[in-house]
């Protein structure tokens, strides 16, 4: 995956939401979503993780995949080792704040279910959305004009989030809204999360598989040679 130059971990998140959206059965995805009701009754707690592997359907798979492709800026931005640690931060915090939500606002009649939000990486998604929202500037505010409407050229992932948000109503709008809470919190001056990272000798993990040399013919038309980027330390800026 050329697109993903620079960005190993994001890489291995699309390919690996994608995948298991795409192979896993149906059966298998229920076993893997956030049921509370099941953590709790029967002690399955790998729910609290795998809800975040795979999403419900192709609908929001698409929605979701778009996301996690063009947000691949921000590993390139913040380098991988901060970038990973966000990438389980991000999910850990959303996990919380439903779990919390269904324990706190669970129906009271007897045998009622707990509130079971839609699966898939809605956390890491919509964590990225907040840091799109904070850091990503406005670079084109009158890209284009639609029925009198003027869309930027953040607008058309606004568009996508708005969508993945609303597919489902309040079962994927509440991990939704927890991803953008757990955005929030990482990006928040008085925790200071962002400066956290994987220890530097975990770097090497992250180097890019060696190229072959540019061909001479290449040089000789003016093409200038392709250089990974080093993932670890986010040379490639919010582009």
Do not use: N
Not at 68 to 90: I, P
Not at 144 to 161: P, Q
């Amino acid at each position: 995956m050329d697109g993903f130059e620079g960005a190993p971990v994001s890489r291995l998140i699309f390919a690996g939401a994608g995948l298991a959206t795409l192979l896993l059965p149906a059966g298998v995805k229920d076993a893997l979503a956030l049921d509370l009701g099941a953590v709790l009754a029967r002690g399955e707690w790998w729910r609290l993780v795998t809800h975040h592997v795979a999403f419900d359907g192709l609908g929001s798979a698409a929605l979701g995949m778009i996301a996690l492709f063009r947000f691949k800026r921000f590993e390139r931005y913040m380098g991988s080792r901060k970038f990973c640690v966000f990438a389980m931060v991000a999910p850990a915090f959303s996990t919380a704040l439903l779990v919390g939500g269904a324990v706190l606002f669970r129906r009271r009649d007897e045998g009622a279910p707990f509130f079971k939000p839609a699966s898939g990486p809605y956390a890491l998604c919509f964590g990225m959305y907040w840091l799109f929202y904070a850091l990503v500037p406005v670079t084109r505010p009158k890209l284009v004009e639609i029925l009198g409407a003027r869309l930027s050229d953040k607008s058309f992932m606004y568009l996508i989030g708005a969508q993945l948000l609303a597919h489902a109503g309040a079962t994927s709008a509440a991990p939704a809204a927890a991803g953008l809470a757990a955005g929030a919190f990482w990006l928040s001056d008085a925790l200071r999360l962002r400066d956290l990272a994987l220890p530097k000798r975990l770097e090497p993990l992250f180097a890019p598989a060696p190229r072959a040399p540019a061909t001479p013919g290449a040089e000789r038309r003016g093409l200038p040679a392709r250089y990974p980027r080093d993932a670890s330390r986010g040379e490639d800026r919010l582009r």
